[in-house]
């Protein structure tokens, strides 16, 4: 058995189409999206119906989570955010995906899947960690957080941890325990511009894991951030449609220096964060 596990696609259909035909031609039978499959690129509605049209098993990413909190104003956000234009971009996704009835489609989305395969040692598949989905999963996670999360129910222990949402790949071996992270689809944060994804193999052995990196055409995607309207929206379009261009993270550097000084997120302070950085303009 051959599993696909992909995730942070963020609305390009681009980089989804090469990475299901990729997977195709690679034999995997089954799907798993983990997380993240809207927002930021100008393909939401696209991208979730393709997806929905095939079969597929998903679990909750943030992003999935924050269109419809967004869309119901829920006051789990911060009610400031609603009014600050910075949020354009997230409030023309959300309105894209509701207008065409599939806002909604991630609400029974679970955290984390667990695979069981008779013979091999149980796997989870989380957009982030089975405790939230924001919870970064790699090789930089704290030790003593991975023996939590390799824990299984029942006092056995996981074979294989998975996560995405830091858009950059990793495996690394935890005592015994596989911590795997699919990298990104749609947005790449390695300066490697390939759409990204993870093949899983079930073999009597044990579990396998193989990495891709599947090359696209990013002229479509580039071009869809302007006849969509989604460019219109302002700054933090144009930071994800540079975060395509560069394969690097923008976005959350930049959110976490204006919030260290203390500043708007601003075309002014977005212009002195690229003066200060200028190993992340876009060439």
Do not use: C, K
């Not at 696909?4 to 690679?26: C, E, T």
């Not at 095939?54 to 955010?81: C, E, I, K, M």
């Amino acid at each position: 058995m051959r599993i696909a596990v992909l995730a942070d696609i963020h609305g390009n259909a681009d980089a989804l189409d090469a990475v299901l035909r990729d997977a195709h031609d690679q034999g995997a039978g089954r799907l798993i999206v983990n997380g993240d499959v809207v927002n930021r690129g100008p393909d939401s509605v696209q991208v979730m119906q393709t997806l929905l049209d095939r079969d597929v098993t998903f679990t909750l990413g943030n992003h999935d989570d924050l269109l419809r909190l967004w869309h119901a104003r829920s006051d789990v956000l911060p009610a400031d955010w609603y009014a600050d234009p910075f949020w354009g971009a997230t409030a023309w996704s959300a309105q894209e995906l509701d207008r065409a009835g599939l806002l909604h489609a991630p609400a029974d989305w679970p955290m984390a899947l667990d695979l069981h395969e008779p013979g091999l040692p149980p796997v989870q598949i989380a957009h982030g960690t089975r405790d939230h989905y924001r919870e970064s999963l790699s090789d930089r996670t704290d030790p003593a957080r991975l023996d939590q999360l390799a824990a299984a129910p029942g006092g056995g222990r996981y074979g294989l941890l998975i996560g995405s949402h830091i858009h950059r790949p990793v495996q690394h071996d935890h005592g015994g325990t596989l911590v795997l992270n699919t990298g990104a689809v749609g947005s790449p944060a390695t300066g490697d511009p390939r759409a990204q994804y993870l093949l899983l193999d079930a073999q009597p052995g044990g579990w396998q894991a193989t990495l891709r990196a599947v090359p696209y055409d990013r002229s479509g995607v580039l071009r869809r951030f302007q006849t969509s309207g989604l460019l219109d929206t302002g700054l933090s379009a144009r930071i994800f449609r540079d975060e395509i261009i560069t394969a690097r993270s923008l976005y959350t550097p930049y959110w976490n220096w204006t919030e260290d000084q203390g500043i708007p997120r601003t075309d002014a302070s977005w212009t002195d964060f690229l003066r200060r950085h200028p190993d992340l303009q876009p060439a």
